[in-house]
């Protein structure tokens, strides 16, 4: 068999690593989680980076147990979720473009209170 092109010839996948990410709910929002505050997640291979976006949609298919309405508006949080990235307001690292890194805590805390 003829090597015509080499690597060239070849197709290589990126995929990015798995991250592991410390994700925490509170203010009310762990209700939403089966009462359950800390998650130590690995999130899988993927072809392109773990944003804060897909991060997201992640939570709502494997972590969010029930009312997903009162979490999730569109592919964002609802208003009144203040979202930190290693104590850091998500605001101030580019919210859901933020590229996730290995061994980051993200905290979803609600603000809001029902009466």
């Known amino acids: 068999m003829d090597n015509v092109g080499g690597i060239a010839g070849r197709i290589f996948a990126i995929v990015a690593a798995p991250v592991s990410l410390l994700v925490e709910f ?9 009462g359950i505050k800390k998650h130590q997640v690995t999130l899988p291979c993927q072809p392109e980076p773990w944003h804060i976006r897909n991060l ?12 997903p ?15 930190l ?5 998500w605001e101030l690292m580019g919210e859901l473009d933020y590229k996730l890194q290995d061994q980051h805590n993200v905290v979803f805390i ?5 009466g």
């Open 26 to 34: 509170g203010g009310g929002a762990e209700l939403l989680f089966d």
């Open 56 to 67: 997201l949609k992640w939570i709502k298919q494997n972590l969010l147990k029930e009312r």
């Open 69 to 83: 309405e009162l979490f999730i508006q569109g592919d964002t949080v609802q208003p009144g979720i203040l979202v």
């Open 85 to 89: 990235i290693n104590d850091a307001d």
């Open 110 to 114: 609600s603000t809001l209170h029902g």
